[in-house]
């Protein structure tokens, strides 16, 4: 179901999301599709669990042909649940970001150009993977939502 995507000055946006716990809830599944549906309706390359008003710690992402990015290489819809980031070198990279919590306004961030990211599956498996630049911006601004930070706040 597409869900409201909540707006910045909304103070659910500024909450620490909990980590997922219990991964067979019908919950959590109706809670991944919701989002799955609001992305791509709003055509984002990522929206994190909070924006929709659900305080846990769930992000997805994905690049498609997309007229927000025209530019950057295709990435599968990914689901990352718990998500830890850790910095690979210490490159940093500014460049332009908007967010579907922020309409029509964009900015430039720095944010590290490649990093690691350890988080959960749907299932509750471990995944680890490696990313470098769009993507890896993408997960880092997915990810400070889950810390209440918006990119005006970087
Ligand atoms: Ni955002």
């Given at each position: 179901?597409?869900?409201?995507?909540?707006?910045?000055?909304?103070?659910?946006?500024?909450?620490?999301?909990?980590?997922?716990?219990?991964?067979?809830?019908?919950?959590?599944?109706?809670?991944?599709?919701?989002?799955?549906?609001?992305?791509?309706?709003?055509?984002?390359?990522?929206?994190?669990?909070?924006?929709?008003?659900?305080?846990?710690?769930?992000?997805?992402?994905?690049?498609?042909?997309?007229?927000?990015?025209?530019?950057?290489?295709?990435?599968?819809?990914?689901?990352?649940?718990?998500?830890?980031?850790?910095?690979v070198g210490?490159?940093?990279?500014?460049?332009?970001?908007?967010?579907?919590?922020?309409?029509?306004?964009?900015?430039?961030?720095?944010?590290?150009r490649s990093i690691?990211?350890?988080?959960?599956?749907?299932?509750?498996?471990?995944?680890?993977?490696?990313?470098h630049?769009?993507?890896?911006?993408?997960?880092?601004?997915?990810?400070?939502?889950?810390?209440?930070?918006?990119?005006?706040?970087?």
């Amino acid at each position: 179901m597409i869900r409201d995507v909540l707006r910045m000055g909304d103070p659910r946006l500024w909450l620490v999301s909990e980590p997922v716990k219990d991964f067979s809830s019908p919950e959590l599944a109706e809670l991944l599709q919701d989002m799955r549906d609001t992305m791509a309706h709003l055509s984002g390359a990522g929206l994190a669990a909070p924006q929709i008003g659900v305080p846990l710690r769930v992000v997805i992402f994905g690049v498609h042909a997309n007229p927000r990015y025209p530019d950057v290489d295709e990435v599968p819809d990914t689901v990352l649940i718990n998500p830890v980031i850790t910095p690979v070198g210490n490159e940093i990279v500014e460049d332009w970001e908007g967010c579907l919590s922020i309409p029509d306004i964009r900015g430039r961030v720095p944010r590290v150009r490649s990093i690691k990211v350890s988080a959960l599956d749907r299932t509750g498996s471990p995944i680890d993977i490696t990313s470098h630049d769009f993507p890896a911006r993408v997960i880092q601004h997915e990810t400070d939502h889950l810390d209440g930070v918006l990119f005006f706040d970087r």
